[in-house]
């Protein structure tokens, strides 16, 4: 995996709005790629399929996910400052943009059911089980959407099949908060 970004400078570490979070960001990448990848065996294998596929489910669709990581080093690396994960809002949006009244989220395309080929596909055995969860998902995101709008927050969703295209996602993030 490459980085197609320059490491944030020292001054942007620790900045009063936002403590900690540029620091927090250059570490925590590769410590979450490395977890996302061992947690498939956090269940030992002579379990039962469908519990081990519980256990790497919960595991997996933790915050603080790579998608999201990249998403927050690209903001934060183009001047934005934000809140994280706030509970007072309907779906506890990943960035949350007080001043201007926009919030991000940052949605792994398999589990929030994107029309993308990364959402799309699975193993048929896979999409049979985890079908009504993920239609479930699609529901629950939909509404929290609605309540935001109505509380008159503007939302960006973005997918995890974008954050492979910095370029572009940086385009739209910019267009969205200014
Ligand atoms: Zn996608």
Redesign the pocket.
């Known amino acids: 995996m490459i980085f197609y970004l320059a490491p944030l400078s020292r001054g942007e570490v620790g900045s009063r709005s936002d403590p900690g979070e540029g620091l927090l960001l250059r570490q925590s990448i590769e410590t979450k790629r490395r977890a996302e990848r061992s947690a498939v065996f956090v269940v030992p294998r002579n379990h039962s399929r469908a519990a081990r596929r519980s256990a790497n489910m919960r595991a997996i669709r933790s915050k603080n996910t790579t998608p999201e990581l990249t998403v927050r080093r690209l903001v934060y690396s183009l001047g934005y400052r934000y809140r994280l994960h706030r509970k007072d809002l309907p779906g506890k949006p990943d960035l949350v943009f007080g001043t201007r009244r926009k919030v991000i989220f940052v949605h792994g395309?398999y589990w929030h059911g994107?029309g993308?080929?990364?959402?799309g596909t699975g193993a048929k055995s896979n999409r049979d089980y985890w079908g009504p969860k993920i239609s479930g998902n699609k529901a629950r995101d939909k509404r929290r959407l609605a309540e935001l709008r109505k509380l008159g927050w503007k939302c960006l969703v973005v997918?995890?099949?974008?954050t492979s295209g910095l370029r572009g996602l940086e385009r739209r993030i910019r267009k969205f908060l200014d």
């Open positions: 395309c994107h993308c080929k990364v959402g997918w995890e099949c974008e």
